[in-house]
């Protein structure tokens, strides 16, 4: 059961332009959504999350924003750089406090940002 | 500071043998949890270790074992290796009930099952 999914496996976008990456969940329990960005021979890196409570957040390039009802969040890099060349993964966690971070990862989207 | 280090980084295994793969958390971390990235899906999670016991677990085998030490470092083996074990093995360190964008991941150790 597959309970975070990016059904885009890959993204071209020229440099300059928007770079959308969607992502859809199923568990209602998920308070927490986190993006994390892999080049190859690297772990996953964070790069923002947002709580449930809200439904936007933003840092520098990144946006990310949230929609409970649909159950969908989406990262919007503006500029996008051919830096941000990469994998992405979506991650999600029903936070307890008698338990740590379980994070449930879906299949990652790889961004190609075209000079 | 040192991040999350992981050793080995490549190891080739026969079917049927087991491996240990080791973790350093972050400084100042007390968390470690290991997740298993197979080859074009994301990383799942296989268990997570705090004050030297197993927490959580995620949908693996027995074959699937831990361990954490005094130290906070951590130990991840696997017995009787089948080819599907052959996976990037990620171990991220965080700290208990801290932030959650502060859980940070290590570069991985590359198994492959021949």
């Known amino acids: 059961d597959q309970q975070v999914k990016q059904n885009s496996p890959s993204l071209s976008v020229q440099e300059g332009r928007i770079s959308i990456l969607n992502c859809d969940y199923t568990?209602?329990?998920?308070?927490?959504f986190l993006w994390y960005k892999k080049y190859p021979a690297e772990g996953p890196t964070f790069l923002i999350s947002?709580?449930?409570?809200?439904d936007k957040n933003e840092d520098g390039r990144f946006t990310v924003f949230l929609n409970k009802s649909a159950k969908h969040l989406s990262l919007h890099i503006v500029p996008s750089q051919p830096g941000d060349s990469a994998v992405y993964f979506c991650?999600?966690?029903?936070?307890?406090?008698?338990?740590?971070?379980?994070?449930?990862f879906g299949t990652g989207t790889r961004l190609a940002v075209r000079p | 500071d040192a991040g999350v280090t992981q050793s080995p980084t490549h190891l080739i295994k026969t079917r049927g043998q087991q491996v240990t793969l080791r973790c350093s958390p972050k400084?100042?971390?007390?968390?470690v949890s290991w997740y298993q990235q197979a080859l074009g899906q994301g990383p799942q999670f296989i268990f997570q270790?705090?004050?030297?016991?197993?927490?959580q677990r995620g949908n693996f085998p027995d074959r699937f074992s831990g361990h954490q030490f005094p130290n906070y470092s951590s130990e991840l083996n696997v017995n009787a290796l089948l080819l599907g074990d052959s996976a990037l093995y990620l171990c991220?360190?965080?700290?208990?009930?801290?932030?959650?964008?502060?859980?940070?991941f290590g570069e991985g150790s590359w198994l492959t099952v021949v």
């Open positions: 991220a360190s965080s700290l208990a009930r801290g932030p959650i964008n502060t859980i940070y």
């Open positions: 568990n209602s329990m998920f308070d927490y």
């Open positions: 947002i709580s449930s409570i809200k």
């Open positions: 991650a999600a966690s029903a936070r307890r406090k008698s338990s740590g971070d379980k994070l449930t």
């Open positions: 400084s100042g971390h007390d968390t």
């Open positions: 270790y705090y004050e030297e016991e197993e927490r």
